[in-house]
């Protein structure tokens, strides 16, 4: 990747536009099964469909930076009218070989809640079928999709993402941000957010540099990071890939990212962050994040999607960097036996994965300070009914907002709240067969984190009534009317549920 220069981009841009180069577009003319495999790193499918679409533009421009296929230089030419092949490969966009012209970088557009960009990315092992190189900048994958559709979209002032590479989170927040500024540690990852800024026409303040040292001494509303968490053994010959390795030991980076963010968040300030964490033998499989959180000075929330036993997070990373048994075996059992030495020198059992959101909560002049920060430490694993249909930042900033009416709220006043079911949830009850009782009822969250709780008659029935009109009161009121118990033993029995149940968006409070 060259430094971008201002005319071919342009032309670039015009080029995408005129052919209508857009997600939409492509999935529709490769077709749902192409896209399905391209999910699962498979490109032949897709080739395939792009091919027999001839000269139409998108799908031109699809096999050169999408699916590395080999253009003849007409098609080429046919695919880029107004950059041209020519200025394109001096632009470091294609390169030739004896057999025609190609893609030099992938080249894709990302769909996002507040409209698409392009991003440019190096090539990935699934379209160059080799293992990639040690300065790697990563295109959009899977925790970068996982970060974007977790990011709270609320206007900020100025916003932060860690450890850019490409820029795709910066390109992500850049329409509810006033000002981006993006950091990395490698320049050559600058160069391609510089490309991609360029390219989108949008201004980031790019800064080279390692962690939160670009930004010493300033402030951020919000701060979201994929940070390069993957844990590797050290000096063990193994390559040290700048997208995913930040050089520490063990799971240090995150750590000090975790406890050290506060130091750059404005008050009210978010940070959403990626990382993977470490269990070490004779501890429970959270304390050490626990121990984080508390360290961190803010509100803190973390979501572990995953655990790892050592074994599966050698096999993972190494088949990650292009090392596999059939290609090598011996650089195989090298690297396997180096990750397991190096779990086993900290004691390590497990390698957890999952969502990290710091809030620096916001305390009204004049208002005290909570007794204590707000902590919630919970694995979720399966399929988020929210993730990739726009539902998870929702829930995420949902919880935010509750958490900081709850605590403060006494039970009392909660009770005094005429509370609201969110739209999505609905209600099962499972019988035992030709039983007129319930056995078991649960609400379910039809979006965001899918939350399902066991809820008693009493919890069920205030639950079902809560539509705005009637406080907690009143309603514990009237089912204990109905089941012959007292107004404030429903309400002891209910409110602890209740507190959990606006915590997590199935019940709202007011809107002020
Ligand atoms: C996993 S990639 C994330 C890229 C992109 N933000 C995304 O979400 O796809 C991690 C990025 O952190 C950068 N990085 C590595 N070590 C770093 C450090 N010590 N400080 C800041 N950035 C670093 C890498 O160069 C890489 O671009």
Redesign the pocket.
């Known amino acids: 990747m060259v430094e971008p220069d201002v005319q071919a981009v342009r032309a670039l841009r015009a080029d995408f536009t005129d052919a209508g180069y857009s997600v939409d577009r492509l999935t529709e003319l490769l077709g749902p099964v192409p896209m399905a495999a391209l999910g699962r790193e498979q490109v032949l499918p897709a080739v395939q469909s792009a091919r027999a679409a001839g000269s139409e533009p998108t799908a031109l421009l699809a096999r050169l930076f999408l699916l590395g296929d080999i253009l003849t230089p007409a098609e080429a030419e046919a695919a880029l009218p107004r950059l041209g092949a020519e200025q394109a490969q001096r632009a470091g966009l294609l390169s030739a070989d004896v057999h025609g012209l190609r893609g030099a970088i992938d080249l894709r557009p990302i769909d996002t809640p507040d409209g698409a960009f392009y991003l440019a990315?190096d090539l990935g092992e699934a379209t160059t079928g080799r293992a990639v190189e040690r300065?790697h900048?990563?295109?959009?994958?899977g925790?970068?999709r996982t970060?974007?559709e977790l990011t709270v979209r609320r206007p900020v002032h100025r916003a932060l993402?860690?450890?850019?590479?490409?820029?795709?989170?910066?390109l992500n927040i850049a329409p509810f941000a006033d000002q981006v500024v993006?950091?990395?540690?490698?320049a050559?990852?600058l160069t391609f957010a510089r490309f991609n800024a360029a390219l989108n026409g949008v201004e980031l303040d790019l800064r080279e540099?390692?962690?939160l040292?670009?930004v010493a001494g300033e402030r951020f509303d919000l701060v979201?990071?994929?940070?390069?968490?993957?844990i590797t053994p050290r000096e063990s010959g193994l390559t040290e890939y700048?997208?995913?390795?930040?050089?520490?030991r063990g799971d240090d980076?995150v750590r000090d990212l975790i406890t050290g963010v506060a130091d750059v968040l404005a008050p009210a300030g978010i940070a959403q962050l990626?990382g993977n964490w470490e269990v070490h033998e004779g501890e429970g499989p959270f304390d050490r994040i626990q121990q984080w959180l508390a360290d961190s000075g803010l509100d803190g929330w973390v979501i572990q999607r995953e655990s790892a036993d050592p074994a599966e997070y050698a096999e993972t990373w190494l088949r990650d960097g292009g090392i596999t048994p059939d290609r090598d075996r011996a650089a195989w059992e090298r690297g396997y036996a180096a990750w397991l030495a190096d779990f086993e020198a900290r004691g390590v059992t497990a390698v957890g994965f999952g969502y990290v959101t710091l809030h620096k909560p916001n305390i009204p002049d004049g208002a005290a300070s909570p007794p204590q920060p707000w902590h919630r430490v919970e694995e979720v694993t399966g399929t988020l009914p929210g993730a990739h249909t726009g539902g998870l930042w929702p829930a995420v900033e949902a919880t935010l907002t509750a958490k900081d009416a709850l605590v403060r709220l006494t039970d009392t006043e909660l009770a005094d709240h005429a509370l609201t079911v969110s739209p999505d949830v609905t209600e099962e009850r499972h019988y035992r067969p030709g039983s007129a009782d319930p056995e078991v009822i649960v609400l379910r969250q039809g979006g965001g984190f899918g939350r399902t709780v066991r809820a008693d008659t009493a919890l069920a029935a205030v639950v079902g009534t809560c539509d705005g009109d009637l406080t907690v009161a009143q309603i514990a009121a009237g089912v204990a009317a109905l089941t012959g118990l007292e107004r404030d033993a429903v309400l002891d029995s209910v409110l602890p549920d209740v507190r959990g149940l606006v915590t997590d968006g199935l019940l709202r409070l007011p809107r002020r």
């Open positions: 990315a300065d900048v990563l295109g959009v994958g925790a970068s970060l974007a993402d860690l450890g850019t590479g490409s820029g795709v989170q910066a993006a950091t990395d540690l490698a050559r990852a540099g390692s962690m040292e670009p979201v990071s994929n940070p390069p968490f993957v700048t997208y995913r390795d930040g050089g520490r980076l990626l």
